[in-house]
């Protein structure tokens, strides 16, 4: 899926993402478990004291998402990140 064919703007680069199902191996959704949360706040705690990483998206979150709402999370995120470039 090329995430720049779901905005309504032109933009000279594209964001090429791939999803291959599979049964074993990580999920592709996250489940919401409490045990999951504890993971998902240890890479948080990394993920804000290390400059230049951002995560998005429905595993990067542990959140599920739509992809109307992936895409404006990720606009939201590049909007932070295009300030301080």
């Known amino acids: 899926m090329a995430a720049k064919s779901a905005l309504a703007t032109f933009t000279p680069k594209t ?22 949360q504890e993971i998902y ?18 595993l990067a979150t542990y959140k599920y998402y739509n992809m109307d709402q992936y895409v404006a999370q990720a606009l939201s995120v590049y909007k932070e990140i295009a300030v301080k470039v």
């Open 15 to 36: 964001s090429v993402v791939y999803e291959f199902p599979q049964p074993e191996g990580d999920p592709y959704y996250p489940v919401p478990r409490p045990e999951n």
């Open 41 to 58: 706040k240890q890479y948080k705690a990394l993920v804000d004291s290390t400059p230049g990483i951002y995560f998005v998206g429905r």
